[in-house]
Structure formats: structure tokens, C-alpha cells
């Protein structure tokens, strides 16, 4: 679908997809939440996440074999031109789509994509990512929790930490060490189900007050041999594959909007006329925007250049500037509000602007989770600029 004649007749057929399906009562109102990402929905939202989800749209580049869209780049541009218009959205998401889902589609078994990929693009399933551990953050390769292969199971014994989402979650993909002898050529990519006796998850609390990220204690947890993915002890390169597909989502998702910032702002600050009366504080927020286009454009570029070639080393560029885009939105949020950003608890502060706080808190892991900045850097400096020393 790639002349200007196909794409008219396919915007023809979402517009009129959506006018039939999109329930009126979700326009403009998207809820909280994210189906696949621990959100359980009711009412029109549910049915708007299996008709969605039915369709494939949550996915729309995905091949249509396995329950995606099957369309092409283009015509995903213009399915989100349409959504946009009418005040649709795709509440369909989480870890699933954002890496497990793209690194099944690369590497996986016809049977594993068959297996996995339908529920994913429905949002019925919500996975965590079983990565890193006390003793194994930016060096992953070290880390230590044992799959011991028993023939047509593994037993797993071992220790996660900072997993998102794993209290929630239905089932955890992961890497584990199948073999102490070999650092990086001991390291298997496997699934299991959160439910498995010997599976006890611990949350942890945040300096924001919440607790996204979780311990997850694995204790003689079996699991079958069916759920690798790719061969045993060649798991390190599925799942160094799989963190490309991170920093693309982390980055390609960031840079947020500078709406919350302008209405935040005529609360706060107030209009003298048509213009913010601040001035110092109007060419902040003029310049937060400029960047965020910017971003969004060159945002684009790496999906659209992902999209054929697969994502590269490159993206860690991205993924480092999407970390301080998202953080410097935060602090002008905080700066625009004055004293209402002081606000931890209490009935003299709203919802909203108590929200605001914890979200300026957790901004600040952006610069470490999806690889730290330090990594991501390094990274770049090494497989991308082909600098030696790093």
C-alpha cells in the first residue's frame, strides 16, 4: 500500500472503521491505565480494547498472520491521523508490544508467535521483564539466577530486582543462567507464568510514594522446557536484541506534550491579554515546545528507519535525550506551579497537583531505567562511533 490512490481508499475505510466502532462516550476521555499493562478494563473501554484489539490496530504493522494490522508504515500514519481526528486512542500496550512482542516477531518459532503474539496484540496478557538483579544491573551479563535444565523442564532458583509491573503481571520473560561456566555464552531467554508455585513478588516503595518496581524471589519454580525462546545458553543475544526494542519504545514514547504545561500555566501564572503574563516563564515553555517537536520529528525518523532495518546501537542517542526531555518538562511543571509544587499531602492541595509531585520524583529514574545514561552513552561510543576504550 504505497501509492497516494491505496492510501486514500484505506483512509476511507478506517474513517468509516472507526465512526462504526469507536464507542462516542471514550471521545476525548482515554482511562487510566494500559490493557497488557495491569489495567482491567469495564464497559466501553473493555469494548473498544476487543474490538481493537479483534481488528489488530493496537498493532497495526504487525503481521496479519498473528493478530496485527498488517499494514504498512504509511497507512499506520494515517490510521493515527483518523484516530486522532475523532478523538480515538490505542490503550493497548505494556512490555508485550513494546519488546517482547517485536523480539518474538525476529527471533521466536512459528509455534512461540502463534503462542504468544495473538494475546499481546488483544492486551490480554500483562508481562514483566525479568532482567536485572542486586548483583547485575548495567552489568547484566552477571547476573546469577539458575535455570537448571531437568530434560524436559527447568527448576529456577534466583533473584530479581527493579521488575515494573511484576505484582500485576501475568507471566515474566526473562534472562537466567543456564550455565555458571561461560559468562556470556550461559545465558538462556525463557518465559514463565507469575502464577508458578515458588514465585513470591515484593514491591518496592519510591521516593514518589509508589511502588512500580518489584523483588521477584524464585524458589525450585518449574518450568517447561517449551518456554525457551531460542537455544539454550544463546539467550544474551535475544535478549541484548530485546533492549534495542526497550530504548526504541522508552525513547520513541518520550517527549511527552507541552499541553499540560500551557493549561498548567494560564492556572498558575495567568494572561495578561492573549499572552502568558510571565514572560520569563513564556519563553521556557516556547522553548520546552520547540524541543519536543523537534524531538517527536526525529522520533519518527528512528521508527520509521527501525521499521525496515530493525533498531540499532544509535537509539541509545535517543533514548539519553528522551531522558532529559522528560525531566526538564518536569521541573517547569514544578517551577510554573510555585508553592502549589510543594504539595506532598494534605487537603490545601488538589489531585492533580499532588500527582504532579510524584511524577517530577519518578522522572528522575529516567535517566537510569531502559540502561543508564552512563551505558547508553557508551554504547553509542563503542558500536555506533566505533571509539576504542569503551
Not at 465512526?19 to 473501554?45: E, M
Not at 527448576?155 to 500485576?168: H, M, P, Q, V, Y
Given at each position: 500500500m504505497s501509492s497516494s490512490t491505496d492510501l486514500d481508499a484505506f483512509r476511507d475505510e478506517a474513517r468509516q472503521w472507526l465512526?462504526?466502532?469507536?464507542?462516542?462516550?471514550?471521545?476525548?476521555?482515554?482511562?487510566?491505565?494500559?490493557?497488557?499493562?495491569?489495567?482491567?478494563?469495564?464497559?466501553?473501554?473493555r469494548l473498544w480494547q476487543e474490538r481493537l484489539g479483534e481488528k489488530g490496530w493496537s498493532t497495526p504493522t504487525w503481521p496479519a498472520e498473528y493478530g496485527g494490522g498488517g499494514l504498512s508504515t504509511e497507512a499506520a500514519g494515517v490510521l493515527s491521523e483518523e484516530m486522532k481526528a475523532i478523538g480515538a486512542f490505542n490503550h493497548i500496550g505494556g512490555f508485550g508490544i513494546m519488546m517482547f512482542g517485536p523480539t518474538l516477531l525476529d527471533v521466536a518459532t512459528e509455534e512461540q508467535k502463534m503462542r504468544y503474539l495473538p494475546?499481546?496484540?488483544?492486551?490480554?496478557?500483562?508481562?514483566?521483564?525479568?532482567?536485572?538483579?542486586?548483583?547485575?544491573?548495567?552489568?547484566?551479563?552477571?547476573?546469577?539466577?539458575?535455570?537448571?535444565?531437568?530434560?524436559?523442564?527447568?527448576?529456577?532458583?534466583?533473584?530479581?530486582?527493579?521488575?515494573?509491573?511484576?505484582?500485576?503481571?501475568?507471566?515474566?520473560?526473562?534472562?537466567?543462567?543456564?550455565?555458571?561456566?561461560?559468562?556470556?555464552?550461559?545465558?538462556?531467554?525463557?518465559?514463565?507464568?507469575?502464577?508458578?508455585?515458588?514465585?513470591?513478588?515484593?514491591p518496592i516503595l519510591l521516593i514518589s510514594g509508589q511502588s512500580p518496581f518489584n523483588e521477584v524471589f524464585f524458589t525450585d519454580v518449574v518450568v517447561p522446557k517449551e518456554n525457551l525462546i531460542g537455544e539454550i545458553n544463546k539467550g544474551w543475544a535475544i535478549g541484548k536484541h530485546l533492549l534495542l526494542h526497550e530504548r526504541q519504545g522508552i525513547a520513541g514514547g518520550a517527549g511527552g506534550s507541552t499541553f499540560d504545561l500551557e493549561h498548567a500555566a494560564r492556572e498558575y501564572i495567568g494572561m495578561d491579554g492573549d499572552t502568558l503574563a510571565d514572560g520569563v516563564m513564556r519563553e521556557k515553555i516556547a522553548r520546552q515546545k520547540m524541543k519536543t517537536n523537534s524531538f517527536s520529528l526525529t522520533a519518527r525518523r528512528f521508527s520509521d528507519e527501525a521499521a525496515v532495518h530493525g533498531p540499532s546501537a544509535a537509539i541509545g542517542i535517543l533514548k539519553v535525550a528522551s531522558a532529559k526531555m522528560n525531566q526538564d518538562r518536569e521541573e517547569l511543571m514544578i517551577e510554573l506551579m510555585g508553592n502549589r509544587g510543594l504539595g506532598w499531602e494534605g487537603d490545601e492541595f488538589n489531585q492533580k497537583e499532588l500527582q504532579h509531585v510524584r511524577t517530577w520524583l519518578r522522572s528522575k529514574a529516567n535517566s537510569i531505567e531502559g540502561g543508564s545514561n552512563e551505558v547508553n552513552l557508551n554504547l553509542v561510543a563503542k558500536r555506533v562511533l566505533g571509539l576504542k576504550g569503551y
Open positions: 465512526q462504526d466502532n469507536f464507542p462516542a462516550s471514550l471521545k476525548d476521555n482515554r482511562p487510566l491505565g494500559i490493557a497488557g499493562f495491569g489495567a482491567k478494563f469495564t464497559g466501553d473501554a494475546p499481546i496484540i488483544r492486551g490480554d496478557i500483562h508481562w514483566c521483564q525479568g532482567y536485572s538483579e542486586p548483583g547485575a544491573g548495567s552489568d547484566l551479563a552477571s547476573l546469577q539466577s539458575f535455570a537448571e535444565d531437568k530434560g524436559d523442564h527447568f527448576i529456577i532458583n534466583g533473584l530479581k530486582i527493579w521488575t515494573s509491573g511484576a505484582l500485576e503481571a501475568d507471566w515474566m520473560y526473562g534472562v537466567f543462567r543456564t550455565n555458571r561456566e561461560n559468562k556470556y555464552e550461559g545465558i538462556s531467554f525463557i518465559t514463565l507464568d507469575m502464577k508458578s508455585p515458588g514465585i513470591e513478588v515484593k
